[in-house]
């Protein structure tokens, strides 16, 4: 891979994947963006601070990247924040919350696509991979609950489903796929870690290493499919 692009590089996983990109990659050229200056640099490394949900600041960065790209990685997401935290029932739904993770979740790594799914490489294999999550599974769901993070994901496992579609006509060697990453020990994930089993919180460096083997497997076949960190096809 010549050219790689990673969203959310100032997150934990979006970290481990950019740092492990980069010592597998070096002559890679790596673009990162994220709302924040990552806090580590790296040789091969260009930054990007970025509103996900700014059209226009997407469009014009994505113009900035002139070489075709044959990887985009969408690590970003949002579980629960101020005043924001998972549904335990009905009686917990807001507009203001649904609004937000669909906007986060679903919305920006759509936009993102919109105008850098047309960059991938046409001549060889290429990827967009974007983080989902096992609770979008609509077959999986066997606890409910968490309705607007579990609602998000779906919506986003059925953009990438839509758009892998249309990217075959254009793109014959691309693959668009979603990611789930297991349980990862960060920010995300802290308040629900006392209810993971024992060897299922993973640390984002293993979260990130086996999120990448599952990358390195994808072909155009498996394109609109959504993966396990392990390699397992999760059920729509």
């Known amino acids: 891979?010549?050219?790689?692009?990673?969203?959310?590089?100032?997150?934990?996983?979006?970290?481990?994947?950019?740092?492990?990109?980069?010592?597998?990659?070096?002559?890679?050229?790596?673009?990162?963006?994220?709302?924040?200056?990552?806090?580590?640099?790296?040789s091969n490394m260009t930054t990007y601070t970025l509103d996900f949900l700014n059209e226009d600041q997407l469009e014009n960065n994505a113009a900035r990247i002139k070489d075709p790209i044959d990887l985009v990685i969408v690590a970003t997401g949002k579980l629960h924040g101020k005043g924001c935290s998972p549904e335990k029932s009905l009686r917990d739904l807001s507009y203001e919350k649904m609004m937000e993770l669909y906007s986060v979740n679903t919305i920006g790594p759509a936009m993102i696509a919109k105008y850098f799914l047309p960059k991938l490489n046409r001549k060889s294999r290429s990827v967009f991979a974007a983080i989902s999550a096992r609770v979008g599974s609509i077959e999986d769901n066997r606890l409910g609950g968490w309705y607007a993070y579990r609602m998000s994901k779906t919506?986003?496992?059925?953009?990438?489903?839509?758009?892998?579609?249309?990217?075959k006509r254009t793109h014959k060697n691309s693959a668009v796929i979603g990611l789930h990453p297991g349980?990862?020990?960060?920010?995300?994930?802290?308040?629900?870690?006392?209810?993971v089993p024992q060897g299922k919180l993973f640390t984002?460096?293993?979260?990130?290493?086996?999120?990448?083997?599952?990358?390195k497997g994808v072909t155009p076949a498996d394109s609109g499919q959504i993966f396990a960190w392990d390699g397992e096809i999760i059920p729509y």
Do not use: C, W
């Open 204 to 215: 984002p460096d293993y979260s990130a290493e086996k999120l990448l083997s599952v990358i």
């Open 183 to 195: 349980t990862v020990d960060s920010d995300l994930s802290k308040p629900f870690q006392s209810n």
């Open 155 to 167: 919506a986003l496992n059925m953009f990438l489903k839509t758009a892998s579609i249309e990217q």
């Open 1 to 42: 891979m010549n050219n790689i692009v990673v969203f959310g590089g100032s997150g934990a996983i979006g970290e481990a994947l950019v740092k492990q990109l980069s010592n597998e990659n070096p002559q890679a050229k790596l673009h990162v963006f994220s709302r924040n200056i990552p806090a580590y640099s790296l």
